[in-house]
């Protein structure tokens, strides 16, 4: 199975802050990544699909770059609504596997 | 509006089974790859089941292959998932969610992604 590693597990910003979780996939996974947020109590939401292409409603604030092994997830000009869990999921090859998740919190 | 809804959750003790539902509206059921996701207590989400929109091609995680099995009614919208000799590391929320990619030929294609995920329904395994 494809392990997905993100970094860093937890970060503290402010609204405003520009804001950058990367993951990191044990083997090439061509640009077969999405991007999940899940805010507490709540299901997850798709933000990002394969790397880059944004879900309809998403604010264009988020984006997704990366292809290969290495990818990254940017948050630009935090808003209060931002502050939750970040996850990446490979769709490279089955079984489709997740990072543990990266925890966005309020400074 | 897409919704997905599930149920059949509960305490059960280990050994024991459970069958879980999911009821979809709001799009074409029968088009879509459709999954079930769990989330342990206070951790993250590991993906246990997928089907094709025709049952074609069904995947499971190792950690419950031989114990769950995943099935479908198009004519109901409904997604099952029969779980059988439950351990207390099944104790999760279980998802379900639905494949993005239109008619897939495999239960997880190549770039498809979960565009949509039920309210979950939990299930705790325990004596």
């Known amino acids: 199975d494809i392990q997905m590693t993100q970094s860093p597990s937890s970060l503290s910003a402010s609204v405003g802050d520009r804001v950058t979780i990367t993951c990191r996939a044990s083997?090439?996974?061509?640009?077969?990544l999405n991007w999940y947020q899940q805010k507490p109590g709540k299901a997850p939401k798709l933000l990002i699909y394969?790397?880059?292409s944004l879900q309809s409603g998403v604010p264009s604030r988020f984006s997704g770059s990366g292809s290969g092994t290495d990818f990254t997830l940017t948050i630009n000009s935090l808003q209060p609504e931002d502050f939750a869990a970040y996850y990446c999921q490979q769709s490279h090859s089955t079984p489709p596997t997740f990072g543990q998740g990266t925890k966005l919190e309020i400074k | 509006e897409v919704q997905l809804v599930e149920s059949g959750g509960g305490l059960v003790q280990p050994g024991r089974s459970l069958r879980l539902s999911c009821v979809a509206s709001g799009f074409t059921f029968d088009d879509y790859a459709m999954h079930w996701v769990r989330q342990a207590p206070g951790k993250g989400l590991e993906w246990v089941s997928g089907i094709t929109w025709n049952s074609g091609d069904i995947g499971y995680a190792d950690s419950v292959r031989g114990r769950f099995t995943l099935s479908r009614d198009n004519a109901k919208n409904s997604l099952y998932l029969q779980m059988n000799s439950l351990r207390a590391d099944d104790t999760a929320l279980y998802y379900c969610a639905k494949g993005r990619l239109y008619a897939s030929g495999t239960y997880q294609a190549a770039g498809d992604s979960f565009d949509y995920w039920g309210q979950g329904t939990l299930v705790t395994v325990s004596s």
């Open positions: 394969p790397a880059s």
């Open positions: 083997q090439s996974i061509s640009t077969f």
